[in-house]
């Protein structure tokens, strides 16, 4: 499939208008009684506050890496109006999107290193925590069409061996919250 290049413009208002649909529903999870956020379907299963700590160990690697590259980068770069998604980050965006009916078409095991349970758990301030991340991304969102997203590198949350272009370190990310929000809603819909 042929990568089409983007403009960078629209690329960060459709990514900020996102963050802000899912910024406005995490602030009305967290009015919601704690057993409803602490709810298990099964005991082996995570809860919301679980998925919630979850993308803070998984999107604040992308978060880290986007501030670096921003900081040391990104001066040195000139604004390009359009952005090319890499070939990597492109496939692992497209497939980590779910689909429109909900469908998830790639699944995938957790890795230790993003599982809740395996680090230090979770809490309320999970949801705190994934709003500051949010609020970080942003931020970088709005000064994205000042470089050059193409030529910034961001190593990915498999460590160095992949490295995204600066662009698709900004969209893997929010598409792989955006697959795990069906999830918190899905646990917060069961009673």
Not at 52 to 60: D, I, K, P, W
Not at 85 to 112: E, H, K, Q
Not at 138 to 146: D, E, F, S, V, W
Request: one cysteine or more; charged letters at 25%.
């Amino acid at each position: 499939m042929k990568r089409m290049p983007m403009e960078t413009l629209q690329l960060c208002a459709d990514l900020i208008s996102e963050l802000d649909q899912q910024l406005t529903r995490t602030k009305a999870i967290a009015q919601l009684p704690a057993e409803r956020l602490l709810h298990r379907t099964d005991p082996d299963k995570w809860n919301a506050l679980d998925v919630f700590e979850h993308l803070n160990l998984s999107s604040g690697i992308y978060l880290r890496g986007l501030e670096r590259a921003f900081a040391e980068q990104a001066p040195s770069l000139r604004a390009t109006p359009t952005f090319t998604p890499g070939f990597i980050g492109d496939y692992s965006t497209r497939n980590m999107l779910p689909r429109a009916d909900g469908r998830l078409v790639w699944r995938m095991r957790t890795m230790r290193m993003f599982d809740p349970a395996r680090q230090h758990g979770s809490d309320h301030e999970s949801i705190n925590r994934f709003i500051t991340l949010r609020e970080g991304v942003i931020k970088l969102l709005q000064l994205a069409p000042g470089t050059d997203l193409n030529r910034m590198r961001v190593t990915s949350s498999l460590g160095p061996v992949i490295r995204f272009r600066a662009g698709d370190a900004f969209r893997f990310p929010i598409a792989h919250q955006k697959r795990h929000f069906l999830q918190i809603e899905r646990l917060l819909a069961h009673r």
